[in-house]
């Protein structure tokens, strides 16, 4: 694969790869973890991946690998997940107790390639604690609802009767207020605008947007706050088990 192809596929956020490598836990998917430079390979599975704790959790593997694979480094991992092929490094593993059990334990990959079209994860904002984007307007500030969130850009949810958006608008100073983790000032895009539809009898339409030009602590406060929703789930998941 070129190094084209690589920028094209490759998932850098910290959140995106802990959702996709914790979908492939869900899932059960077996991965091949390729070490000795290459010359050997174990078989193995995600457990868990945690961005908050920087942590990667794999089943413990077959003990004629354990003490080469516990020895190596640059280990070569690849696996699917819904017919996607995915790829990851981790730097080293080591053993480790994973709820009872004999396990393996890894910084969280810092990327991962998904050989297929690449896109942010996304979550979906509670309702119980709403997320808003505050944009400028000439006659005064429109309060949107954010519907989803990722580490790229939001959904905002637009009544008709208030603002009239356009693909391609760009909207500057826009405010976005997220829940316990205060307010980020932003630049966005319009990127989809949907078709027509009724949110509790109002008429409005979904409009994707895409983050413009965002500083490393407005992107970073929003991956915390993306952490927190998926811990929050994950923790309410866990309950339901």
Avoid at 135 to 159: M, Q, R
Avoid at 226 to 232: D, S
């Amino acid at each position: 694969m070129d190094a084209e192809d690589q920028d094209r596929y490759r998932v850098d956020c910290a959140i995106e790869v802990a959702a996709i490598l914790q979908a492939m836990a869900h899932s059960r998917s077996l991965v091949t973890a390729w070490y000795g430079g290459g010359s050997a390979f174990a078989l193995t599975a995600v457990l868990e991946a945690d961005a908050g704790r920087d942590e990667l959790i794999l089943d413990q593997v077959h003990e004629e690998h354990a003490p080469r694979l516990l020895a190596s480094h640059g280990i070569q991992c690849t696996g699917t997940h819904n017919g996607v092929e995915i790829r990851f490094v981790v730097e080293s593993v080591e053993p480790v107790l994973f709820q009872g059990v004999a396990a393996l334990r890894s910084a969280l990959p810092v990327r991962l390639l998904r050989l297929q079209r690449r896109e942010y994860f996304r979550v979906v904002t509670p309702a119980e604690a709403p997320v808003t984007c505050m944009i400028p307007a000439v006659a005064a500030p429109i309060e949107a609802p954010v519907l989803d969130i990722s580490c790229g850009g939001l959904a905002l949810w637009i009544s008709q009767d208030v603002l009239a958006l356009e693909r391609g608008t760009i909207l500057r100073g826009c405010r976005l207020r997220l829940p316990h983790f205060g307010t980020v000032e932003i630049d966005i895009r319009v990127v989809r605008v949907g078709e027509p539809s009724f949110t509790a009898g109002v008429a409005g339409r979904r409009c994707g947007c895409a983050f413009v030009g965002m500083g490393e602590g407005e992107r970073k406060r929003v991956q915390r706050y993306i952490i927190e929703l998926e811990r929050c789930r994950n923790s309410r998941l866990s309950g339901l088990r």
